[in-house]
């Protein structure tokens, strides 16, 4: 009988990747296995929210000093419990918080550092477009029990994992561990995650970008010659579509699958983010690891690639340029002056 690859649950499928590489101790499936039982809980709610009155504004605003949806706190309060449940964390970093967040006494701390944010896209949750949950793991790198910062940070190539989980028209888990890239369907009738993506892989170049253009004069001329490159049919390359969702998951989701290029480069508009706005830690990192291991690409836009960034605070933001290889090179080549129009 063929091997049916499909149908496989995300949770065997962890078992086999993490017997093939000796880790067989369960401790990192136990890990994975927290984020995935909060993963359910939270898609129910996203797909409830509008009758269960959890939406609109809390009124409070977070770090990033934007109204925190109560489905945003409703999603950090539970990731925060199911991790700390796992005994397998020395400390975590949420977009919803502005500090890392310890271990509370009464559970037991493990060897894992988990960098989430827990709805992102979450200024779309009224309007009902798909949003996500982005979620990167490391090691805790410093000896004794009690973390240091710099275990958190951490350049994105010590990542050990990295994924997402979209609440869309379904719900869906996209992971890897450093070993190729796979995704998985929540089929609901069951609860289980099932394999419906084998080995991601995004084609070398793709017909799609997907950028806000409403910022087109706050972006460098070498930016805004890229774009008019993208808009014009020339003979090595037909006219891009333009698609933007406004959800870096979705954005990115789509990139991965039908290829082309996602970017949300440094702009002049707010003084504040000299950087762009997405943040390196728990956005840009853990989609960079993803993108690298179906064979594409992620970098700032200007030459360095993300997964080699040093960071040096928490909430640190950076410029990103991500999807197929051959379009995140033509887009720096754009941008760093070496082509224009
Ligand atoms: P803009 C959502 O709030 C988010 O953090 C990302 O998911 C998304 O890519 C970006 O902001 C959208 O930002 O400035 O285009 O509205």
């Known amino acids: 009988m063929t091997e049916n690859k499909l149908g496989i ?5 962890i078992l086999m990747q993490q017997q093939r590489h000796g880790d067989a101790t369960g401790v990192f499936t136990r890990l994975l296995n927290e984020l ?4 359910k809980i939270i898609s129910a709610e996203v797909n409830r929210a ?11 605003s977070n770090v990033q000093d934007e109204i925190v949806r109560k489905l945003d706190e409703f999603a950090h309060d539970l990731l925060i419990e199911r991790l700390c449940r796992s005994s397998h964390c020395a ?12 271990i509370p006494r009464g559970y037991n701390k493990g060897n894992y550092v988990l960098l989430f944010d827990p709805l992102d896209g979450s200024s779309n949750i009224d309007a009902n477009v798909s949003i996500g949950t982005i979620f990167s793991i490391l090691r805790k790198e410093s000896p004794g029990s009690d973390y240091q910062m710099s275990d958190l940070l951490q350049p994105g190539y010590k990542q050990v994992a990295a994924g997402y989980f979209l609440y869309g028209s379904s719900t869906m888990m ?3 561990t450093g070993n190729g890239v796979s995704g998985f369907t929540l089929e609901p009738s069951v609860g289980e995650f099932l394999l419906s993506h084998p080995d991601i892989t995004i084609p070398e170049r793709g017909k799609i970008f997907s950028a806000n253009m409403g910022y087109w004069d706050y972006w460098s001329q ?8 993208l808009r014009r049919t020339t003979p090595d390359k037909p006219v891009y579509s333009c698609r933007y969702i406004g959800s870096m998951v979705a954005d990115f989701h789509r990139t991965l699958l039908y290829g ?7 702009d002049t508009k707010d003084p504040k983010k000299p950087h762009g706005k997405l943040r390196l830690l728990y956005e840009c990192n853990p989609l960079a690891m993803v993108a690298e291991q179906a064979g594409g690409a992620a970098s700032t836009g200007e030459g360095q690639r993300i997964l080699e960034i040093q960071p040096e605070e928490l909430h640190q933001r950076v410029p990103i340029v991500i999807g ?4 995140v090179q033509e887009a720096e080549q754009f941008i760093s002056g070496q082509r224009a129009q």
């Open 91 to 102: 400390v975590l970093g949420s977009e919803e918080d502005a500090d890392p967040i310890e």
């Open 9 to 13: 649950t995300v949770t065997n499928h």
């Open 222 to 229: 070498g930016l805004q010659d890229y774009f008019r490159h």
């Open 260 to 266: 082309g290029v996602f970017l949300y480069p440094k």
């Open 174 to 176: 996209v992971y890897t």
């Open 324 to 327: 197929s290889k051959l379009d």
């Open 36 to 39: 995935i039982f909060a993963a």
């Open 50 to 60: 509008g009758l269960a009155g959890i939406l609109g504004a809390t009124g409070r």
